[in-house]
């Protein structure tokens, strides 16, 4: 698959995607970006005056990235894809700096294993000046949702 | 290896994913990884990879799809270790 069907074949809609474009990606690893639209509804309550992007969301970056685009485009190919993601089962992030509206950001994904159908991987998201906001590891197992549903 | 030995490896190796320490403590052969020890699919996988590093074998699918007991993991390590 290339970088571009990955992103076709991502299970998400406009208003829970965070994946802008793949920049590079093979069955170890991959690597996107992300731009934090400053209008998101969600800097009018965190916080009160102060929006700073949550870091859920951040790890939600890095897992549709991470994990969801590289267990895509290891397990399945354009005719397989569709309804075809991975159920977060586990995080454990880090965090170090804020990331404010309208940065971007980059998320770098290194496989740890995927085997009997979990996809484990070391995950690091870093901001415009390359500099680590947070990182750790995140798994989830492969799932297929109907895709009639 | 006996199955004393086994269920004592099984248990340390266990540990660090199961919810429920009451049936941690009291394992024996006929306690389930999912319903008693509430461990999720996810950290079944850990528990395998574990095991395959700890007695230096590889678990199959077909055997991994088998392994939600102590019963069943037992069997398989024993097939595994003989078969080398």
């Known amino acids: 698959m290339t970088k571009e069907e990955v992103l076709e074949c991502l299970p998400y809609g406009p208003s829970f995607l965070f994946v802008d474009a793949l920049d590079h990606i093979d069955n170890e690893g991959a690597t996107g970006h992300y731009t934090f639209h400053p209008e998101m509804e969600c800097y009018k309550g965190h916080f009160i005056k102060y929006p700073v992007t949550p870091g859920v969301l951040l790890t939600e970056v890095m897992a549709q990235i991470g994990l969801v685009c590289l267990g895509i485009y290891i397990t399945a190919d354009m005719e397989t894809c569709k309804g075809r993601s991975f159920a977060l089962t586990s995080s454990e992030v880090h965090f170090r700096l804020p990331v404010f509206p309208g940065e971007k950001v980059t998320v770098i994904s290194e496989k740890v294993y995927f085997r009997f159908g979990k996809l484990k991987c070391k995950v690091k998201l870093n901001n415009s000046e390359g500099k680590e906001v947070c990182s750790g590891i995140i798994s989830g197992m492969i799932i297929t949702r109907p895709t009639n549903a | ?84």
């Open chain 2, 1 to 84: 290896m006996d199955q004393e030995t086994l269920i004592a490896a099984i248990k340390e190796i266990v540990k660090p994913y199961t919810k429920n320490e009451e049936a941690l403590n009291n394992i024996s052969e006929n306690t389930d990884f999912v319903n008693d020890l509430q461990i999720n699919s996810a950290n079944l996988v850990d528990i395998i990879l574990d095991v395959e590093e700890k007695f230096n074998i590889v678990v199959d699918n077909d055997s991994m799809e088998r392994m939600l007991n102590v019963k069943a993991a037992i069997e398989i390590i024993q097939s595994k270790l003989a078969g080398q």
